[in-house]
């Protein structure tokens, strides 16, 4: 990994927890949600500032450039994420379909109930 | 005891012909009550419905036609009704066809009837693409499960208590037809059909525009296999 690789990598994933951080406090993310995002930005600046562990890794898995390691193992994150995000997504819409579901025919049914008591 | 029967009519932009449908329901199936399920439409459905003094249920947020339709089951079976009939707001079922539905329903023990256009062939038969899907769809249903079903998605079904239970609980959010009868054909009920004739649409032009049959034809054939895999 050329040094300007490393300092990219840091100084964007510094950027990163500075957002994530602004989002939290703002109540746009949850910290629950924030913890993955974390976690990743701490994986790559770990590996930014000390490649040799890339390195290391690399060779064992038989990966020619570190480098490669590193896109390989993001990809691999962000398809777990993207994944949990589907089912994630997929529970909500169920919920909301209940929710919505529910909250029509009890509307409704407050609405009979106010026509019987006004006849 | 008498026996309850609903007809679930969901509307999304009918303003034109709801009112018309459920006239039609009054005038010939009488003995039915009806409900109105509006998904959120964006023209004025919802008004029309309060002007006329309909029975309808609004959905706050736009749950897609599986959504609605599982609005009125469940509506249906927590109001005690025996038998509960999915009806098109844009005119092309006939009200005519209720009572005789139920009466052939009842008497053939029947868990869900479906109004079939292709057993007698006789009205509006649908579009060549479309009539080609239907086909498709029917091949696959007697495939996995031995049936023979002429109209698998037709949107006129009658299902009694037991099935309006199960849909309650877990009903497929777009196209919900043809997978929704393998589901319930899979833990051994009684499915038959009814021949009906249904017209040309009044108003409004059909949910499924030629990019979204693909869609479709993907979704609901995977979806078949996927129900054929839980038993």
Not at chain 1, 74 to 83: A, E, H, N, R, T
Not at chain 2, 129 to 138: D, K, L
Not at chain 2, 180 to 197: F, L, Q, R
């Amino acid at each position: 990994m050329s040094l300007y690789l490393r300092i990219l990598l840091i100084v964007m994933s510094f950027l990163a927890a500075v957002y994530a951080v602004h989002q939290i406090r703002k109540s746009q993310m949850k910290i629950e949600n924030a913890i993955y995002w974390f976690m990743f930005i701490l994986i790559v600046v770990v590996l930014s500032i000390f490649p040799e562990l890339a390195m290391i890794l690399a060779r064992i898995l038989g990966i020619e450039s570190p480098v490669n390691l590193i896109y390989l193992a993001m990809i691999f994150l962000l398809l777990v994420k993207v994944f949990s995000q589907s089912i994630k997504i997929s529970q909500m819409e169920y919920k909301i379909g209940i929710l919505a579901q529910e909250s029509a025919i009890m509307k409704k049914k407050a609405e009979e109930n106010d026509k019987e008591s006004k006849q | 005891m008498e026996i309850k029967s609903i007809v679930i009519i969901p509307a999304y932009n009918e303003e034109k012909s709801i009112v018309k449908t459920v006239q039609d329901i009054c005038e010939h199936a009488p003995e039915f009550d009806y409900v109105i399920i509006n998904d959120c439409s964006t023209d004025h459905t919802l008004s029309v419905c309060r002007e006329h003094h309909l029975h309808v249920l609004n959905l706050p947020v736009n749950l897609g036609i599986g959504g609605a339709v599982q609005t009125g089951f469940l509506y249906a079976y927590k109001n005690g009704y025996d038998y509960a009939i999915q009806f098109d707001g844009d005119g092309q079922h006939d009200a005519k066809y209720l009572h005789e539905m139920r009466d052939y329903m009842i008497e053939q023990n029947a868990d869900m009837l479906i109004g079939s256009r292709f057993l007698e062939k006789e009205g509006f038969q649908s579009t060549g693409m479309r009539r080609f899907g239907i086909r498709y769809f029917s091949a696959l249903i007697k495939l996995l499960t031995g049936q023979k079903i002429t109209d698998p998605t037709s949107g006129m079904r009658m299902i009694n208590r037991d099935i309006l239970a199960m849909y309650s609980e877990s009903y497929p959010k777009d196209y919900p037809e043809p997978e929704s009868v393998v589901a319930i054909m899979n833990s051994g009920k009684k499915v038959m059909e009814y021949p009906v004739i249904m017209r040309k649409r009044m108003e409004g032009t059909s949910s499924i525009s030629p990019l979204k049959s693909v869609y479709y034809m993907i979704k609901v054939s995977l979806a078949i296999f996927l129900e054929m895999l839980r038993k």
